[in-house]
């Protein structure tokens, strides 16, 4: 059914399905610019979060492949090399953030400086040189937080997540948007480097902790969420080997059989073919064949019927942290397109009466379908400012490319074709073909007719087309009626009429303009 709309309250703000924008909210203001820093086994990074406070835009992101905890479990200390690297980047990190004038920059520290003997050295070292105080964080503080990474992204997962860096790797439970049972373990490729006896002994080495795993937080999850570069790195190359025609990582969702041939396969190539192939860096692709190997007993002893990679983990966690409770229950898709249309569109707040002019078009519809049909409406006229004869192409590739959560890719695929018919009566012959194909025929037809619906409506008033005229659809007729108002019938002139025909042709019934008594 259709979600119910929320009245209006007393005191006239606009309320609906989704609630009141809260882009002026001061607890959505507090962490509408948010920089942290995650200092990891294998990688330094740091991002600036900024825009739409519950769905992230990535204001500044850069990551250093310091290898920081490469060799720990041999030596007991961190790579000297590694140090140094480390250390020039969160020198150059606390400069960029004083640049950029935002608050202190939150700093955590995972496996490799917890576990090395120098850990608590390192740790003085940077905050003496550079100012930022390292947080090192214990395992399970880790799940915690790769945990809540993966709520920015899927605000109602409930499954196994799985967080993999250069030195451990962790598991949690989530459900009912909380953060169950969890546990770390050393079975990050550095350390599977340093167990000695060859294969044999890694894999026994592997097993002996998934077995302990097991019993910490229980199998038979039937959602398993990936978390980590070196995981990433493996479901590029499923992509690869599948010729999968959407190369965005977020939400790509595998299943146990087909991952299990991706990992028969890596194991059978090159991995200078696989870089060149995928443009993954070397040092990623090195540590691939012991994330295989963890990550085949991992599917095997937990047996979830479907693995999803989740391109968010412990900085966006932290963001959650910061986040009161009223933002972390919005919809992130919704207050992304929300923010998108306010800063990017002509008419800022028009894509909401945009959707209540076409809805009578579509009768009931799912909550899964309603969301987006509001994503388009919002999202409609923020290509604006590009050549007229690319839009229907930017918005296309801005929506199914786009940083945005909550958003399975034949969704993504949905709203960019929905988008497309906004600007473009036909896509034969598009370039996007290919993505076409993660939609089934009617999937399309829905598509195209959510888009000619919204290329009518968005032209037909600019003020509110629910001044000029109601739509309805009659069934019985098979019949799609606009009900002009007097303003209406002025409006309705040969370029109205004609995409008002094209939308009745896409719906395969007879258009029906009715003027006013």
């Known amino acids: ?242 010729n999968y025609p959407l190369l965005v990582l977020h939400e790509y969702r595998m299943e146990p059989d087909g991952l299990l041939r991706t990992l028969d396969w890596i194991g059978k190539q090159d991995i200078s073919d696989l870089r060149a192939k995928t443009g993954t860096s070397a040092a990623r692709l090195e540590l691939v064949p012991l994330a295989a190997m963890v990550l085949r007993e991992l599917v095997e002893t937990f047996g979830p019927r479907e693995i999803d990679v989740s391109s968010y983990g412990i900085r966006e966690g932290l963001l959650y942290e910061q986040m009161p409770e009223k933002l972390r229950a919005r919809d992130p898709l919704i207050e992304a397109c929300r923010h998108a249309e306010r800063t990017q569109s002509r008419l800022p707040g028009f894509g909401k009466k945009l959707h209540a002019f076409i809805e009578p078009l579509f009768g009931e519809v799912t909550p899964a379908r309603y969301r987006l049909m509001r994503a388009a409406c919002l999202l409609h006229d923020t290509t604006w400012r590009t050549h007229p004869d690319y839009r229907f192409e930017a918005c296309f590739d801005n929506v199914t490319r786009a940083n945005m959560a909550a958003l399975s890719h034949p969704e993504r695929v949905f709203l960019g074709v929905a988008l497309l018919h906004r600007y473009k009566n036909s896509r034969s012959g598009s370039r996007f073909e290919p993505l076409f194909s993660l939609l089934g025929p009617e999937q399309l037809r829905e598509a195209e007719i959510l888009g000619k619906a919204m290329r009518f409506g968005a032209m037909f008033a600019i003020h509110d087309p629910a001044d000029a005229g109601r739509l309805a659809y009659n069934e019985n007729t098979n019949t799609i009626e606009l009900t002009l108002t007097k303003r209406g019938a002025g409006l309705f002139g040969e370029v109205a009429e004609a995409r008002f025909s094209s939308l009745a042709a896409a719906m395969k019934a007879t258009p029906m303009a009715i003027l006013p008594a």
């Open 1 to 242: 059914m259709t979600p119910k709309t929320v009245s209006p309250l007393e005191d006239g703000e606009d309320w609906d399905a989704f609630g009141k924008p809260l882009f002026d909210d001061p607890s959505a203001r507090a962490v509408s610019r948010v920089g942290v820093v995650d200092v990891g086994s294998n990688s330094v990074r740091m991002v600036v979060f900024d825009g739409a406070a519950r769905s992230p835009a990535y204001f500044y992101n850069e990551k250093v492949m310091a290898g920081l905890g490469q060799g720990l479990a041999e030596t007991g200390r961190l790579n000297p090399r590694g140090r140094e690297r480390a250390l020039s980047a969160l020198r150059r990190f606390a400069l960029l953030a004083k640049g950029m004038d935002i608050g202190p920059l939150t700093c955590v520290a995972t496996a490799a400086v917890r576990d090395a003997a120098d850990g608590p050295e390192f740790q003085r070292l940077v905050e003496a040189e550079t100012g930022l105080r390292l947080h090192v964080i214990d395992g399970a503080e880790e799940a915690r937080l790769s945990a809540q990474g993966v709520l920015v992204g899927w605000p109602d997962a409930q499954g196994l997540i799985c967080d993999i860096g250069g030195n451990s790797m962790e598991l949690a439970v989530l459900g009912g948007r909380s953060v169950g049972a969890r546990d770390t373990s050393p079975l990050g490729p550095f350390r599977l480097q340093q167990v000695e006896g060859g294969k044999k002994e890694q894999l026994a080495h592997i097993r002996k902790h998934m077995a302990r795993l097991a019993k910490v937080v229980g199998t038979g999850h039937e959602k398993l969420y990936l978390v980590g570069g070196s995981w990433r790195a493996i479901a590029r190359l499923d992509m690869e080997r599948q």
